[in-house]
């Protein structure tokens, strides 16, 4: 069984910084991609940032040069640090991996969201 767990939310200033951190857990082979959602109230999820096994990295335009996702493939961790938020960064954020191999199956799974709340 494969979980993911998030931490690292909460309540920040406008013009603050938090780091969120995702670790999958299980016995699990090999992650193709891990990143990050968000779905704030009355809108749709949209993503923010992924990160391939190989290093390529994603980012959705609203977070280019604020925001940096990184990942650590030996422990099945990925990272996403927020620097200079904004209020309109304020939602849950939600962790996802694709292509997750356990054995011989692979399988896409989702965290549970940690709620990113900036002030202004």
């Known amino acids: 069984q494969v979980q993911l767990v998030e931490s690292g939310g909460g309540l920040v200033q406008a013009g603050g910084s938090l780091r969120l951190s995702c670790a999958a857990s299980?016995?699990?082979?090999?992650?193709?991609?891990m990143g990050w959602y968000r779905q704030a109230p009355g809108k749709q999820r949209e993503l923010v940032a992924s990160?391939?096994?190989?290093?390529?990295?994603n980012y959705a335009d609203s977070v280019k040069g604020r925001f940096t996702i990184s990942r650590d493939n030996a422990k099945n961790t990925v990272y996403l640090q927020m620097n200079n938020l904004k209020p309109e960064d304020t939602a849950i954020y939600y962790c996802?991996?694709?292509?997750?191999?356990?054995?011989?199956?692979?399988?896409?799974?989702w965290g549970q969201g940690t709620q990113v709340t900036v002030s202004s």
């Open positions: 996802y991996a694709d292509g997750v191999v356990v054995g011989p199956h692979e399988d896409n799974y």
């Open positions: 299980g016995s699990i082979i090999s992650i193709a991609v």
């Open positions: 990160a391939a096994s190989a290093g390529s990295t």
